[in-house]
């Protein structure tokens, strides 16, 4: 297959490239508007490869995206572009509303216009899939809010939507956007739900790099609230092997949740962390003595878990790694490749895509 990834410079976007080029035969086509968290250097292993092409485009942009479905021809789409920090939601909604949105919208239109060009058997071959996020679905309830012994829910792929933040309003609006554009025009469509990513790779900002970071430079800890928020940790490889599978055989209409089974309060991510930089670089001190509580954000939700029973059924996936597996190859990796964390942070690796590419947002 060739397929369109969306997003392929981004943290989970880089690792379906890198998965797909390094463990099939199928052809890549790497759509990226490059801004602050789209990092070329993530893809540095794969970018001689005769499978792979990159182009330089901005999502809501039609007429760059018409240019590049009639160009390249892709055998599915997988769309994974959009602006995913929810503290950034918070003080500028405004970029998620256009990326996340009318960015989704304006992908579905030139994806639909091409489909329709297709003769039938392209057509009924042809994949959208849509990469969404467990935060459509709001919050669950916390141990701390039920009674002892009361089994806790998960989200299932019926689970009402009931987003809490701009950012997940934004990624809801998307979704709902994709299933119309199936049930409407017949554009054969998918979704995925996925819980919180994690892995090589990561810009810094998201709390394992930051932490990870944090401590070796001897910088403060921060944690919103208590540290009690609970999430679903998924290694971001699980995760790829688990969008290709469904690219590849999912049924159009249906929607699939993946999930790690790893569900951890925030503080104990946090205390997993310290204790391998313990074991693996030690100090004089723990690094736990660095950890410092901060004012919680608005709207902050207290529990994400998923129930990925019906990807595991229907497809065959499951997750490789463990939380305990993946956090230290997590950690390894990080303290392996410093030459990538410097380039981030020092924004050296804007460099090369600013002359190559322009200024980026």
């Avoid at 390094?22 to 070329?40: P, S």
């Avoid at 459509?136 to 089994?151: A, F």
Wanted: hydrophobic share 35%; charged share 25%.
């Amino acid at each position: 297959m060739k397929i369109l990834i969306t997003g392929g410079a981004g943290f989970i976007g880089s690792a379906v490239v890198r998965h797909i080029i390094k463990n099939t035969l199928d052809e890549v086509v790497n759509v990226d508007k490059l801004t602050y968290a789209g990092n070329l250097e993530s893809l540095a292993e794969i970018n001689d490869s005769d499978r792979y092409v990159f182009e330089h485009a901005d999502i809501c942009d039609k007429t760059a995206m018409d240019r590049i479905f009639a160009t390249h021809k892709p055998d599915a789409v997988m769309h994974l572009a959009a602006e995913s920090h929810v503290d950034r939601s918070i003080t500028g909604p405004a970029a998620f509303i256009e990326t996340n949105i009318v960015g989704t919208y304006t992908l579905l239109e030139s994806a639909r216009a091409y489909w329709s060009s297709l003769d039938e058997n392209e057509k009924s071959a042809f994949r959208f899939h849509h990469i969404s996020t467990d935060e459509v679905y709001g919050d669950l309830p916390h141990p701390d809010e039920v009674t002892q012994g009361i089994e806790l829910p998960l989200f299932t792929e019926t689970t009402a939507y009931a987003p809490s933040s701009p950012y997940s309003a934004s990624k809801a609006s998307s979704d709902h956007l994709v299933r119309a554009w199936l049930r409407t025009y017949g554009l054969p469509t998918i979704v995925t739900n996925c819980s919180n990513n994690y892995g090589p790779y990561h810009f810094p900002e998201k709390l394992i790099p930051l932490v990870i970071l944090n401590a070796l430079e001897g910088n403060p800890l921060p944690i919103y609230g208590k540290g009690d928020q609970i999430r679903d940790w998924l290694y971001v490889e699980d995760h790829a092997r688990a969008l290709y599978t469904v690219v590849t055989k999912g049924k159009p209409g249906e929607t699939y949740n993946i999930g790690g089974h790893n569900e951890k309060k925030n503080l104990d991510v946090v205390h997993t962390i310290c204790d391998l930089l313990d074991e693996i670089v030690p100090k004089e001190t723990s690094y736990r003595d660095r950890i410092t509580y901060v004012t919680d954000r608005p709207g902050h939700d207290r529990r994400y878990a998923i129930d990925a029973h019906k990807i595991g059924v229907e497809l065959g996936w499951k997750p490789e790694e463990t939380f305990e597996s993946g956090i230290r190859k997590t950690v390894e990796w990080y303290l392996a490749n410093q030459e990538w964390v410097n380039n981030v942070k020092s924004g050296a690796y804007k460099s090369w895509i600013e002359q190559n590419y322009g200024e980026r947002k």
